[in-house]
């Protein structure tokens, strides 16, 4: 079956720098999408979402793209903390009922 | 508001042994998901439920059963553990849908020996 993937495995970034991280989906009929950042031993955690009648969408220092023709979704995440190392998945829904499809995700290194 | 609340927290069961793995949320929301993810892969859905009374199978479905009596409870039932369950078992819900922020609770890590 389609399923949302990742380009990079890992990342890393020195600190201060803006970080971005890539996604690529494969199903035409997904129209929501959404990115998680989960920290070790924890559960994914609610970063950003956005639906397919957008291409941007912003939160507190993360920006969420998408672009529709090529079926590609990225995380910029600006001046990059510490506490920003975690693995991040994109997911998307086709809009059922049932849950979401994960990538693999990225994970996200911070460089002192 | 506690969210998404899972037990136990880890948890070594024998083959052929069997458990109950404990999810509740207090938001009021409708519907509720079990995931499974194994070592660097992302969340694999195992059943859902869109209500009271409600489930159906996920991508991942053989090995497990749920039951949904209550909005707020959805227990994942594994009959006969096996290795291949060996896992971190997350629980999600969310209001309305897919469509819709799912929150997850902390998960339980789950090996089977």
């Known amino acids: 079956g389609e399923s949302v993937g990742l380009h990079l495995p890992t990342l890393s970034v020195q600190e201060g720098d803006n970080s971005i991280i890539n996604c690529a989906y494969s199903n035409s009929a997904s129209d929501y999408f959404i990115w998680y950042k989960q920290e070790s031993g924890k559960g994914p955690q609610f970063i950003i979402d956005?639906?397919?009648?957008?291409d941007k969408r912003q939160g507190q220092r993360v920006t969420v793209l998408l672009n529709k023709t090529v079926k590609h979704l990225s995380l910029q995440i600006a001046a990059t903390q510490p506490g920003d190392s975690a693995v991040y998945f994109c997911a998307d829904s086709g809009g059922g009922a049932d849950g979401l499809t994960f990538g693999k995700g990225t994970h996200l290194i911070i460089q002192p | 508001n506690a969210g998404v609340t899972q037990t136990p927290k880890f948890r070594i069961l024998k083959i052929g042994q069997s458990m109950t793995l404990q999810c509740t949320q207090d938001m009021n929301h409708n519907y509720m998901y079990w995931y499974r993810q194994d070592p660097g892969m992302g969340l694999k859905l195992i059943y859902y439920?869109?209500?009271?009374?409600?489930?159906d199978k996920g991508e991942v479905p053989n090995g497990y059963n749920v039951s949904r009596s209550t909005t707020e409870d959805f227990p994942l039932r594994l009959e006969l553990a096996a290795p291949s369950q060996t896992s971190v078992y997350f629980c999600a819900s969310s209001y309305t849908g897919a469509t819709e922020t799912q929150y997850f609770g902390p998960g339980t890590r789950l090996l089977v020996l």
């Open positions: 956005i639906r397919s009648n957008m």
């Open positions: 439920s869109v209500g009271a009374g409600i489930t």
